[in-house]
T-cell receptor
Framework: DQQVKQNSPSLSVQEGRISILNCDYTNSMFDYFLWYKKYPAEGPTFLISISSIKDKNEDGRFTVFLNKSAKHLSLHIVPSQPGDSAVYFCAASAITYALNFGKGTSLLVTP | DGGITQSPKYLFRKEGQNVTLSCEQNLNHDAMYWYRQDPGQGLRLIYYSQIVNDFQKGDIAEGYSVSREKKESFPLTVTSAQKNPTAFYLC???????????????FGEGSWLTVV
């Protein structure tokens, strides 16, 4: 049973615009959330994370928002660049579980 | 250079054969993991190990086996019992299995396994 859900398999955004990737989770024990970026035939790389005690974390063009009551988080990329085209995985962690990943959202940033 | 090394990058296996994927890390991490990626399936956990000589099944362990005899090494054997082994396999490690602020998972470059 998928505990971390990314319901949009793909997203296309114009260069310079905002990209918003969404993630929902079902397990209320999750207390730490991460986003990973993955290019084809490579391993995922860590992008940004947020603890459940926060509702926002920002790192340059990337911001993650967490809504605990809705069990929802989102990744905002502003402005989007062609190099951001990749698959983005949402992941969630709890003290007693290994990291849980969503199915990923493929982002395409067009010129 | 610190990191995770997976080998081979590409591997072909005949049906009915076992095959072992190598994973070595020099990050001094206690925890190591194997994930499998299939199109549209995301990353699914096969096995993980919190410490040497210990490992636990993940969500899709059937048809796979692992060992953790050394801290640096966590090889994955895909046995003939695995019904659909063709996939992209990712090894990963972290300081501990509890992923919190200051501790994230680092991935290797992956290994493609194709059954012919």
């Amino acid at each position: 049973d998928q505990q971390v859900k990314q319901n949009s398999p793909s997203l296309s955004v114009q260069e310079g615009r905002i990209s918003i990737l969404n993630c929902d989770y079902t397990n209320s024990m999750f207390d730490y959330f991460l986003w990973y970026k993955k290019y084809p035939a490579e391993g995922p790389t860590f992008l940004i994370s947020i603890s459940s005690i926060k509702d926002k974390n920002e790192d340059g063009r990337f911001t993650v928002f967490l809504n605990k009551s809705a069990k929802h988080l989102s990744l905002h990329i502003v402005p989007s660049q062609p190099g951001d085209s990749a698959v983005y995985f949402c992941a969630a962690s709890a003290i007693t579980y290994a990291l849980n990943f969503g199915k990923g959202t493929s982002l395409l940033v067009t010129p | 250079d610190g990191g995770i090394t997976q080998s081979p990058k590409y591997l072909f296996r005949k049906e009915g054969q076992n095959v072992t994927l190598s994973c070595e890390q020099n990050l001094n991490h206690d925890a190591m993991y194997w994930y499998r990626q299939d199109p549209g399936q995301g990353l699914r956990l096969i096995y993980y190990s919190q410490i040497v000589n210990d490992f636990q099944k993940g969500d899709i362990a059937e048809g796979y086996s692992v060992s953790r005899e050394k801290k640096e090494s966590f090889p994955l054997t895909v046995t003939s019992a695995q019904k659909n082994p063709t996939a992209f396999y990712l090894c990963a490690s972290s300081i501990t299995v509890q992923i919190l602020s200051g501790n994230t998972i680092y991935f290797g470059e992956g290994s493609w396994l194709t059954v012919v």
